[in-house]
């Protein structure tokens, strides 16, 4: 059996003979950046003499489909732009901000809640700290906070989820219910139980808020696969003999995310929302610079400097709106059979 | 149910490759039992298409689909057997089918579009049964192909290691140490080559007599030098004017002519008759007369006319220079042939043994790569299989060559004149050059002394001009100044000079007259010259022929021993050297493959694309870099059949693949599954309902109807002589093209298909059936051989009638059809 498989393997190739190597992901991503393909990518109607016909197709082609050329929408692009910038804010405060930590924290200065001036372009809050600045470093707690719990719950989402609709039966019983308990616990208020009796430990916030994410994605999840599994391209690789494991992740889940990167997209802002909530309940740490906190603690003084609250405000809505953009441009880019 | 025993004897065990036997597959829905398929056998050989054809619904697909165990839930294998290759498939496990699924039965769906994952490129989703069916296969090929790349970085290294030895050896002479050093470090000392090579007296004592001589010139030159410049003479020195006497780099001469024509150029425009007056007018603060006017005028005129000559004069010099220059490259030129074929020359009057001897000994010591080793080899075939008198017409051709490059002489002679005439003209050059300068001395003065600001500044710009121009020229001039390796020593040509290359040239002379003599003695004896003319015994040859000998012998001794140990080893180097090109392309071949590594979705993605062509799409590599909804149907269902043929499966389970395509492609790919079929010998199991289909490409039929397989034979006898009621009502449902045959009306089974949840008793057919009778109703009629060979379940064809009630052969009434229908 085995040595007529090997002649005509041979004969295939002997009458095949050539071979194909087609670039590994490296390559063509150097291959996108010759200045050859971004003529393509940014010229309307670029044209290279040396291609072919052939080739000239091919490329055209090829740029239609990369990713760039999809996020082209304004909206994507502003979407994208404001996640740099808040991102970069998470990275860099110190340079971006230009005033050191311990000034926006913990030390007390002069002129409390003064309004805007050319010193503090937006004003002061409490104790003379720059509302500029806080906004700035909060901007690295909230969003890495967000993100890491974003995260645990999507991962453990999708899992469930994908296992509970392809395999059905007992099994999908077992996790959805399961779904259901963890979803009827009542989220803030186990977050105050935990941070009571914890103490304010930002691992425990963390998990807690990750775990109590993880039903609404297995639920979205398991909706989006459960009309996947009755296609007939997982019928096609069953019978060219994959696994259960492989038709779940590698054929479902791909075919389903675009559902889930919606949700993703919104939910990073409920997930500041609720931190800042925990905040607003003056569950936090007095030495934290959080944009929910923040909101919390000037809202006393909100008429007489209302700069001090509403910038911090402005701040999650401006950042939750960026992740929305950009998660709407990334569900149409990464589908390839939309035509962008 | 169906005769077992039957179907096994009408086929060879060992052809069968698959053998369904009473297959009852049964969904077990809320309304009830569907029984879809009911007691279903059929045998498919080896290399043999299998038609299965049935209206919707009468249980075809689900029959394929139980081969494969890709019932669901809620349906079920109830009863059967499924033998393929002589093993049961219906009680193995979902790991072992998997194994089998892909590999050895695989299935191509009805829609193309929709069995391709949307979001999965083409190519990926065909390497995918290769990872994972041949994963084994895959890693000994990705083996293969990365101790390759660890073998060529290996060679990488060695060939980079010899490139750089060869980029040296471009630049200056070559020291065989050096090379042994460098590049073959395991090499054996020299001595024992230079022993082989010098191993006669003659050599030192040539060698001696040499060194005299390159002392002598030496000497002639210091001699030279202390005249001219009452300086002695550093040994450095004279060495480096030995080497670098012949050069005269042009890019110079080039550069002064350049600073030249430009300051003509500003000296013109400065000429500029209406400034000077009007600055003359400033000066005076008056107007001129016309005659002064026209005096100044004139004047301008002239100077501007002289600087134009002198301009015209300076081109018509640069061109003689140029011309010069040409001349000189090609001397050299004709002088490196010259050499060249000495080289050759001698390497003739060494005799090839030597040098094969030598090059075996690299080659053990070097440990060279194969095609090297291959070209060695070829070059000494050559050189033993040479005759002795090829190789003396060789010799004499090359000696001939030679002579007729001798017209060097006539050449070196013209150069001479030519540098006689040039030396006048450098001399004229100088006078002109200070010509300018003058012009240019009283030119400034004047400008200086009539406008004062502004002159001064435009005359500060222009000398900061002229000084970075000349700062510029004389860089480089210093830059070339050790090329030229004369100007700094002083040293100039001089009528000695001229003398010595006249006594050069008598040299050449007679050189040419001793090889034409030399080719007088070769006429007159091969054999003795090519032995080695050293060692012939003079004694047996009249006087004037030894003295001939003698003559050779000399010449033969000189060439040799002009040659150095060095240069004789570096000419058995020559064909490494030769092949610098061939190894440049291959290390950036070989870089290029070191580079990359190599994955096992590479290897599968190869595979994949043979897969593709077979299939018959050329361009393989573009489609496989394509998603599945960029292709058109028929690509697709290609795409489809090569996934199902990657592993060289066993059978092909086709479910209505040309149902959704267009009939044109329809035909191509028919004309594929069959072609493939012819090359890879692999079985078929085709299902439609289009009996055109069945006709163009099947070798048996199979007949089915709700659940049962109503006929079943050969696809010829089938279609001349159809049995079942079912089957001439499926036949003459096909629509008819020809005009003679227009008349016919398309003939329509009545009724519909049954249901299968409460299936009728006895035959399923008998409702639609017009030869319905009594028996019909009552007893399920069995799949029986007839005498042409097919089989049909079937009651009018039963012969032992008496067997069964009298009566139940009589034909039924409408009534009853209505009733049941």
């Not at chain 1, 926006?104 to 409490?126: C, D, K, Q, W, Y």
């Not at chain 1, 993703?264 to 944009?291: C, H, K, N, P, Y």
């Not at chain 2, 391709?116 to 083409?122: F, G």
């Not at chain 2, 050293?534 to 040859?541: G, I």
Request: with cysteine; glycine share 6%; charged share 30%.
């Amino acid at each position: 059996m085995v040595e007529q498989k090997l002649i005509r393997e041979d004969e295939l190739s002997l009458v095949y003979g050539e071979t194909y190597r087609p670039g590994s992901f490296k390559e063509q991503l150097k291959e996108m950046f010759t200045p050859k393909y971004l003529a393509f990518l940014l010229k309307p109607g670029a044209e290279d003499e040396e291609l072919n016909r052939r080739d000239f197709e091919m490329n055209k082609f090829k740029t239609k489909r990369s990713l760039i050329r999809r996020l082209n929408s304004p909206l994507t692009i502003l979407g994208g732009l404001i996640v740099f910038i808040i991102c970069s804010w998470a990275v860099f405060p110190h340079w971006l901000s230009f005033i050191p930590f311990k000034d926006v924290a913990i030390s007390i200065l002069p002129g409390t809640n003064r309004p805007p001036s050319f010193e503090h372009p937006l004003g002061t809050a409490a104790f003379g700290r720059d509302v500029l600045g806080r906004l700035i470093w909060g901007a690295r707690r909230s969003i890495t906070l967000s993100l890491a719990s974003i995260v645990v719950s999507l991962v453990g989402g999708v899992i469930f989820g994908t296992i509970a609709a392809y395999k059905g039966g007992w099994i999908d019983n077992l996790i959805m219910r399961i779904a259901d308990i963890v979803s009827s616990i009542p989220g803030l208020i186990l977050l105050v139980i935990i941070v009571s009796v914890m103490g304010y430990d930002l691992q425990n916030i963390l998990l807690a808020l990750g775990l109590l994410g993880i039903p609404g994605y297995a639920r979205l999840m398991r909706s989006a696969a459960i009309s996947q599994r009755a296609m007939t391209y997982v019928e096609s690789a069953k019978v060219s003999g994959a696994s259960e494991w492989r038709i779940m992740f590698r054929h479902i889940l791909p075919n389903s995310m675009s559902l889930i990167l919606v949700a993703l997209s919104f939910d990073i802002g409920t997930a500041i929302l609720g931190l800042a909530s925990l905040a607003f309940l003056g569950f936090s740490q007095t030495d934290a610079v959080e944009w929910g906190f923040d909101v919390n603690a000037n809202k006393s003084a909100l008429i007489n400097a209302p700069w001090a609250a509403i910038w911090p405000g402005i701040g999650i809505v401006i950042t939750v709106m960026g992740f929305m953009l950009l998660g709407d441009g990334l569900r149409d880019a990464l589908d390839p059979r939309s035509k962008v | 149910m169906a005769s077992e025993s039957e179907l096994k004897d009408m086929s060879k065990e060992n052809d069968l490759l698959l053998s369904v036997q009473d297959l009852h597959t049964y969904f077990y829905t809320e309304e009830g039992t569907v029984k879809a398929v009911d007691g279903v056998s059929f045998d498919i050989k080896r290399d043999e298409i299998l038609g299965l054809v049935g209206e919707t619904g009468c249980g075809k697909s689900v029959s394929a689909l139980s081969i494969l165990k890709l019932i669901r839930y809620p349906g079920k294998i109830l009863s059967g057997k499924i033998m393929f290759e002589g093993r049961d498939l219906v009680p193995l496990t979902e790991e072992q089918i998997r194994r089998i699924r892909g590999n050895d039965i695989t299935m191509i769906f009805q829609d193309p579009l929709n069995s391709l994952n949307p979001v999965l490129k083409v190519g990926y989703q065909i390497s995918e049964v290769y990872l994972l069916h041949q994963r084994d296969v895959l890693q000994r090929k990705l083996d293969y192909a990365r101790t390759h790349n660890t073998e060529n970085r290996i060679k990488l290294q060695k060939y980079t290691t010899l490139n750089d030895y060869y980029k040296k050896y471009e630049k200056k002479p070559i020291d065989v140490d050096e090379i042994f050093s460098v590049v073959f470090k395991n090499a054996k000392p020299i001595s024992e080559l230079q022993e082989s090579l010098a191993d006669n007296e003659t050599y030192l004592a040539v060698q001696n007599a040499r060194k005299e001589f390159e002392t002598e010139i030496k000497e002639k030159i210091r001699d030279l030098h202390e005249q001219v410049n009452q300086i002695p003479l550093q040994d450095a020195e004279l060495n480096f004017i030995i080497s670098k006497i012949r050069i005269a780099p042009q890019k110079i001469r080039k550069l002064d002519m350049k600073i030249l024509s430009r300051e003509i150029k500003i000296l013109i425009k400065e000429l500029d008759p209406k400034a000077i007056i009007r600055i003359k007018e400033e000066q005076e603060e008056g107007e001129l007369s016309d005659l002064e006017r026209e005096q100044i005028i004139e004047e301008l005129t002239r100077s501007r006319e002289q600087l134009h000559e002198l301009e015209s004069s300076l081109k018509a010099f640069w061109n003689e220079m140029s011309q010069y220059d040409k001349l000189v490259k090609e001397a050299d030129k004709e002088e490196e042939r010259r050499t060249k074929l000495e080289h050759e020359l001698d390497l003739f009057i060494h005799q090839s043994k030597l040098r094969t001897d030598l090059i075996l000994r690299y080659m053990q010591v070097l440990d060279l790569d194969e095609p090297m080793i291959n070209r060695f080899e070829k070059e000494f075939e050559e050189l033993h299989h040479t005759t002795e008198e090829e190789l003396f017409t060789r010799k004499k051709e090359v000696l001939l060559n030679e002579i007729s490059n001798l017209n060097v002489i006539e050449k070196v002679t013209a150069l001479l004149n030519e540098y006689q005439e040039i030396t006048k003209l450098e001399s004229s050059r100088q006078a002109i050059q200070e010509e300018i300068e003058e012009i240019r001395v009283e030119e400034s003065q004047k400008v200086l002394e009539k406008k004062k600001g502004r002159a001064k500044i435009k005359y500060r710009k222009l000398r900061k001009e002229h000084e970075e121009v000349s700062r510029d020229f004389y860089d480089k001039y210093y830059e070339h100044e050790d090329v030229i390796g004369l100007k700094r020593i002083g040293f100039k040509v001089d009528e000695d000079d001229f003398q010595e290359l006249e006594y050069v040239l008598e040299e050449l002379k007679r050189q040419q007259t001793q090889l034409y003599r030399e080719i007088d003695a070769l006429k007159w004896d091969i054999k003795t010259e090519f032995e080695d003319v050293r060692k012939v015994d003079t004694s047996n040859f009249p006087p004037k022929v030894t003295e001939k000998i003698n003559q050779l012998q000399q010449k033969v001794d000189s060439v040799r021993v002009n040659k150095q140990r060095k240069e004789v080893l570096y000419e058995q180097l020559k064909p490494l050297i030769q092949y610098r090109e061939d190894i440049k392309s291959e290390i950036e071949e070989l870089k290029v493959l070191v580079r990359k590594r190599i994955k096992l979705m590479d290897i599968a993605l190869e595979e994949s694309s043979k897969i593709v062509k077979a299939v018959g799409i050329a361009d393989s590599r573009r489609i496989l870099d394509r998603y599945p909804h960029e292709l058109s149907g028929g690509m697709r269902q290609r795409i489809m059949i090569s996934m199902g043929l990657a592993c060289q499966s066993k059978l092909l389970i086709c479910d209505e693949p040309t149902t959704a395509l267009d009939v044109t492609i329809q035909a191509q790919i028919l004309e594929l599954i069959r072609g493939l079929k012819k090359r890879l010998h692999n079985s078929v199991l085709f299902i439609t309902h289009n009996l055109g289909v069945i006709y163009e490409l099947c070798d048996k039929v199979a007949v089915m109807y709700a659940g049962n397989i109503v006929e079943y034979g050969e696809k010829q006898s089938l279609f001349d002589n159809p049995m079942h009621p079912y089957t001439h009502g499926l036949l003459g449902a096909i629509p008819r093209v020809k005009p003679r045959d227009r008349h016919q009306k398309l003939a329509i089974i009545p009724g519909m298909v049954p249901n299968l949840i409460f299936p009728l008793p006895g035959c399923r057919f008998h409702p639609r059936c017009e030869h319905a009778m009594e028996i019909c109703r009552k007893i399920r009629p069995e799949l029986i051989k007839q005498p042409n060979g097919n089989s049909v379940a079937c009651w009018l064809f039963e012969k032992d009638q008496d067997k069964y009630e009298p009566g139940s052969f009589k034909k039924l009434g409408d009534e009853f059809k209505e009733e049941i229908v």
